[in-house]
């Protein structure tokens, strides 16, 4: 039995609802019905949602794609909706329902338990993007009162509930965190030892506001399997776990990797995006990057009589803009990177500036040399010197504003994601055309 | 007191041994201790790691980069280095050997007791990239036939010296895989019962020589805290961890990054690396890309006549092959990332290629119209037409570029990120120029 048979099962008969696919589903990971339900239809779905029990849907549910959670939302009845739904991680469930309309929401509500209403509505309102939009509320808490064997019956008792209880949070009478301590250490210590002997004191916990980026960084740097996350008063309000820092750091870095291709965020699969979602993440900035592109053919009409008695020197200009957008797009790659994962700070463009100038004359002087002799061969030696030199410049330029441009941007709090790749490419290349007719100008006429 | 403070403390006196400091280094994370020794001298360093516990400078160690790593390493009396070595996670243990120098490598085995010496050995020989070089050794195992309270005890006398006892792995006694169990089920289960009635069979596994890229995403996918690593007859070796994964995520993403911007790979921080190694990891690529922009001034050139009679055209040069290469781009950006994350595979290829056409269509158009009124303007309707049907094509054709040659290099076993950014401008610039002075002389002469 694999997943085709199933598909095939599905596809022939009305009641799939046999012993075989059951047992089959049954032994299978939650991730892997997930993917068979997204390359399917939303009948074929339910059929096969309808084969697992109420908590293993719900998980499936979590796995899935936030559209094709919609997708099923929208084709089921009310009343099994809410069923699923109770069942969900706080955290999935909040962001479902932050993907659904608002009447939707409203007709979903109602048939929520009190407690599930006001879950959701609580996470549902922290700003997207922080750590209180990626946390859930299934943590697990203890009083410094209690044994370690006291702690283990409730654990025990609530593991069911909870996301992980690999860790619990110790509170005090207002729910402050003031600790946290290890299931690993209420095993290994006396069952009579009080919570407040065996607890982590001072334990590292994150804002409910901060970046999600920087939460999903401190767990990694810290190799923590989850943090807790606090309110202004320090009260525990929910906790972020490895899975979701591991799915925030691939999302930063896709959309990093898309704004460096100019890409606007897409909001979804590129295999699932629609042609005008297409459409519309790219078209702003190439339309922009025409009319930055305007520069540099101003910049060559201006020089129209140097060309028009030398038109040996257009040979050399695709080369020599690109050199400086490369050199430039380089520059920008390695320093959007570095402050992306927190290596380089905005504080260490000085020392940054001084390396860049040092590499990139050594980049531009070799490339000087690379050029030289085709210089000669196609222009003769007084072309190849203007060439060689405009080289230097060129690429010595374009190197100092990639690696520039990302700092400007963080300062002014922009992406400098955005500024490696096409953009830094189209400022290297005007400056360019500018620095080539500029020096071929000076040394010819 | 800060860890500023304890660098004046450190600058002024010789023995820093105070007990302030020392109070102050076993609150702190090691992260953050790993972080001030990065910042600070080997003498200085080694300095503050006698302040701390011989277990908790393992820690620290496990934490630095490895060039730190090495440099700590090659200032330490063998002895010393081979005491804090043993103490060191498995994973780690490996990776600074392999680090080492052969003659550093032969100076310190002797000083390990056989166990370590041999697991050192073991883990050294796997190949770089895989499963085997990123696992670790310190894994729970139980055998099937003992109870929960058995396995308890084990886990309880083991935990100080494993990564991880959360989940423990069952085997048979070739050490072959069976099963795995996870302590919060030991603990909830009645304390006689035996392992084998509760541990999970079929339990996920991943092949020693797979790839670390697709260990780490499959443990995304999974939301697994480990996954144990078997050798090609099912005997476990290792198991590879959730932070480890988190760290092969940002480094993959990192070096998507760096060769979508044609940087080669750094192998450390942006931050630290000297003069040469910088410059040796962009040179290559940029003096490619000089020859391959040869091709653009080739055709110029072939096109000298077009050109001086219609000087107007060069005006839209820069900008009319730039478009092609900024759209091809945006193409090439799109597919590389969903390729890497496992979106989209290379039998989607036919089902991508209908859409960027249809997409690039419209992209290109937009373009047209956007630069028509320009074209009219700067060189007569004639030239406006011409600019404005180049503009549809080369969109169109660099956009195909883009999206096809990820799946190319895909295809040979290349890295498809190369093909993001400057490689596909390259290819996609010389082509719209081309395409523009084929289309010119067509019409105007």
Do not use: C
């Amino acid at each position: 039995m694999t997943f085709d048979t199933l598909a095939q099962d599905l596809a022939m008969e009305n009641g799939v609802g046999n012993a075989t696919n059951r047992e089959f589903l049954a032994t299978q990971h939650a991730a892997d019905i997930a993917q068979f339900l997204t390359e399917h239809d939303a009948d074929i779905d339910w059929r096969v949602l309808d084969l697992l029990e109420l908590q293993r849907q719900a998980e499936v549910l979590g796995y899935l794609d936030r559209e094709v959670q919609v997708e099923l939302a929208k084709s089921a009845p009310r009343a099994r909706l809410a069923a699923i739904v109770t069942e969900m991680d706080s955290d999935d469930r909040a962001d479902l329902f932050n993907a659904l309309s608002e009447e939707e929401q409203e007709a979903l509500l109602p048939a929520l338990a009190q407690a599930e209403r006001e879950d959701i509505r609580r996470l549902a309102g922290y700003k997207e993007g922080t750590a209180g939009a990626i946390m859930t509320s299934d943590y697990a808490v203890l009083t410094p009162d209690i044994t370690a064997r006291q702690a283990l019956d409730k654990l025990r008792l609530e593991a069911p509930d909870k996301e992980t209880i690999y860790r619990a949070y110790v509170i005090d009478p207002e729910r402050k965190l003031i600790g946290s301590v290890r299931l690993q250490d209420l095993i290994l210590v006396a069952p009579a030892t009080r919570i407040e002997k065996v607890m982590e004191r001072n334990t590292l916990a994150v804002s409910v506001d901060e970046d999600q980026e920087s939460v999903a960084q401190k767990i990694a740097r810290y190799d923590r399997l989850a943090l807790p996350v606090v309110d202004a008063d320090g009260r525990i309000v929910g906790i972020v776990t490895h899975d979701d820092a591991i799915d925030v750091i691939t999302q930063e870095a896709t959309e990093d990797f898309h704004k460096s291709g100019t890409v606007r965020g897409l909001g979804e699969s590129v295999r699932d995006a629609g042609i005008f979602i297409l459409y519309r993440a790219r078209v702003a900035w190439l339309v922009l990057l025409v009319f930055g592109n305007i520069f540099s053919g101003a910049g060559i009409a201006y020089f129209e009589d140097t060309i028009a008695s030398h038109l040996a020197l257009l040979f050399f200009l695709p080369l020599l803009i690109a050199s400086g957008g490369n050199a430039g797009a380089q520059a920008a790659t390695l320093m959007v990177r570095a402050i992306a994962t927190g290596d380089v700070r905005t504080a260490d463009w000085g020392k940054m500036l001084g390396r860049e100038t040092l590499v990139a004359g050594l980049l531009g002087l070799t490339m000087a040399l690379a050029i030289y002799g085709i210089g000669v061969w196609r222009g003769g030696p007084e072309i190849a010197v203007v060439v060689s030199v405009s080289m230097i410049i060129i690429v010595l330029v374009g190197s100092l504003i990639g690696m520039t441009l990302p700092f400007i941007l963080t300062r002014f709090r922009m992406d400098p994601a955005t500024a490696s790749g096409p953009l830094v490419t189209s400022i290297a290349d005007a400056v360019g055309v500018l620095i080539y007719f500029a020096i071929a100008t000076a040394w010819l006429l």
